[in-house]
């Protein structure tokens, strides 16, 4: 079998919310001895980032994103045990939300899914987290990344203030910040000295774990 053929078949079948269909072919890339990381990047990610386009274009509304996460959630549980993961003493922590006056978090959910599937340890702190809040939760758990997102341009400022907020309490060093959403651009991440900026979930985890080999 043609092995993007089978990733876009995968994803479609997320996308219209066929079990069987999914289960079917999560267990077929098994056979084929595709990783099971790929597999979860390629198809199921990828259907799933269709499924929160159609979300915010108002084809799909959040019934259909539950019923999509639960058929995810299938391709999920077969090709999780198969992840090679690295077994290190100090796992990567991420401390991830949407930040304060935003309630988006289809885009946060996709990069929850995927860090969770890699083996990061994620606190996910949900939508319309107040600022102090990342910082307090970071510091609790000695995370190692904080993780913002937002979609609409009225609550970017935050991400600013949280980065000044760690560097008025001396703790900037500490912590790589992360910034995504559909108004983030890379230069908006560089106007306000985050660390990392991924136009979507599928290369955030990348992009985390990249940094980590930077640190190490």
Same mark, same amino acid.
């Given at each position: 079998?043609?092995?993007?053929?089978?990733?876009?078949?995968?994803?479609?079948?997320?996308?219209?919310?066929?079990?069987?269909?999914?289960?079917?072919?999560?267990?077929?890339?098994?056979?084929?001895?595709?990783?099971?990381?790929?597999?979860?990047?390629?198809?199921?990610?990828?259907?799933?980032?269709?499924?929160?386009?159609?979300?915010?274009?108002?084809?799909?509304?959040?019934?259909?994103?539950?019923?999509?996460?639960?058929?995810?959630?299938?391709?999920?549980?077969?090709?999780?045990?198969?992840?090679?993961?690295?077994?290190?003493?100090?796992?990567?922590?991420?401390?991830?939300?949407?930040?304060?006056?935003? !309630?988006? =978090?289809?885009? %946060?959910?996709?990069? *929850? #899914?995927?860090?969770?599937? &890699?083996?990061?340890?994620?606190?996910?702190?949900?939508?319309?987290?107040?600022?102090?809040?990342?910082?307090?939760?970071?510091?609790?758990?000695?995370?190692?990344?904080?993780?913002?997102?937002?979609?609409?341009?009225?609550?970017?400022?935050?991400?600013?203030?949280?980065?000044?907020?760690?560097?008025?309490?001396?703790?900037?060093?500490?912590?790589?910040?992360?910034?995504?959403?559909?108004?983030?651009?890379?230069?908006?991440?560089?106007?306000?000295?985050?660390?990392?900026? !991924?136009? =979507?979930?599928? %290369?955030?985890?990348? *992009? #985390?774990?990249?940094?980590? &080999?930077?640190?190490?």
């Amino acid at each position: 079998m043609n092995i993007d053929k089978l990733f876009r078949d995968i994803s479609e079948a997320l996308v219209d919310m066929d079990d069987d269909g999914v289960e079917e072919l999560c267990n077929e890339s098994l056979k084929l001895s595709i990783s099971a990381e790929e597999t979860i990047t390629e198809g199921l990610l990828v259907g799933m980032n269709k499924v929160g386009e159609l979300y915010e274009e108002e084809e799909y509304f959040l019934p259909e994103v539950m019923i999509c996460s639960d058929t995810l959630n299938i391709g999920l549980d077969i090709l999780k045990p198969h992840i090679k993961t690295d077994h290190t003493n100090d796992p990567i922590k991420v401390v991830l939300g949407v930040v304060e006056g935003d !309630t988006h =978090d289809i885009g %946060k959910n996709l990069v *929850k #899914i995927m860090s969770e599937a &890699s083996n990061i340890e994620t606190y996910d702190l949900g939508k319309d987290v107040p600022l102090h809040k990342f910082i307090d939760v970071a510091e609790e758990v000695k995370a190692d990344f904080i993780c913002m997102s937002t979609l609409m341009t009225t609550t970017m400022s935050g991400m600013e203030r949280l980065i000044k907020m760690l560097e008025e309490r001396k703790l900037r060093d500490k912590y790589k910040v992360m910034v995504g959403g559909g108004p983030i651009t890379q230069k908006f991440a560089d106007s306000i000295g985050a660390d990392a900026y !991924t136009e =979507d979930a599928n %290369k955030a985890v990348k *992009k #985390i774990k990249e940094l980590v &080999s930077v640190m190490v």
